[in-house]
């Protein structure tokens, strides 16, 4: 029973370099999110995505894109990365028409920009 | 001001105590309350989800949501060494709105 599967779980980059986080769930879950949690902050939503071909910023959405590839699919691309992007990346999933049911995470992306 | 506040801690405390983790928030219009347990590195667990104000109870664990004063208890009874973690605590305006998490508090139950 996977759940929610991200890849990879560490990665490090350059300044400047470009990045896709994959997040894949196998509940059937309608909706997926993107957060960051970086110490002292918590857990910040990038983007999310409420059903599939819907994509919608949260709260710190600069510096990132999303595709909702399907249902099961939902990836973060960062474009050129900065140092200010180095945190642990998280993807989550939830049921219910509008993601109204709890959310399930996965074990995140350690992602380290020097 | 951030909208749910957590004391980051750590906090220990001997096995068999219980344990009370607490967070205020902000904003009013929060309806839905959930504490969410993270294991170093690993991702955060749902623990309890509440409607409003009130107790809700789970084997060794209540969590407790009083709205009057906008503070949200979770208690661990006879809390094991399995309990240490991180225990985040959110909130939501509606049932399909975006979650505001607190920042979380470490636990630490000595043996």
């Known amino acids: 029973n996977a759940g929610v599967t991200q890849t990879p779980k560490f990665q490090v980059l350059k300044t400047g370099q470009s990045m896709t986080l994959q997040c894949a769930q196998d509940?059937?879950?309608?909706?997926m999110y993107w957060y960051r949690q970086d110490p002292g902050m918590g857990l910040r939503l990038i983007y999310y995505?409420?059903?599939?071909?819907?994509?919608d910023k949260g709260e710190v959405p600069n510096g990132y894109n999303v595709s909702r590839l399907n249902k099961r699919e939902f990836s973060l691309r960062l474009e050129s990365a900065a140092p200010s992007q180095t945190s642990v990346y998280f993807c989550a999933s939830s049921g219910g028409s509008a993601g109204d049911q709890p959310q399930h995470f996965g074990d995140g992306t350690r992602l380290s920009i020097l | 001001q951030k909208e749910v506040e957590q004391d980051p801690g750590p906090l220990s405390v001997p096995e068999g105590a219980i344990v009370s983790l607490n967070c205020t928030y902000s904003?009013?219009?929060?309806?839905?309350f959930m504490w969410y347990r993270q294991y170093s590195r690993k991702g955060p667990e749902l623990l309890m989800y509440?409607?409003?104000?009130g107790n809700k109870e789970d084997g060794r664990f209540t969590a407790q949501v009083d709205k009057s004063s906008k503070y949200i208890s979770l208690f661990i009874r006879d809390s094991q060494p399995s309990d240490s973690a991180t225990y985040l605590c959110?909130?939501?305006?509606?049932?399909?709105?975006?979650?505001?998490f607190g920042s979380g508090t470490r636990l630490s139950i000595r043996p």
């Open positions: 509440t409607y409003s104000s």
């Open positions: 959110a909130g939501r305006y509606s049932s399909a709105s975006k979650i505001i």
């Open positions: 904003n009013s219009a929060f309806q839905y």
């Open positions: 995505s409420a059903s599939e071909g819907t994509t």
């Open positions: 509940m059937n879950h309608n909706s």
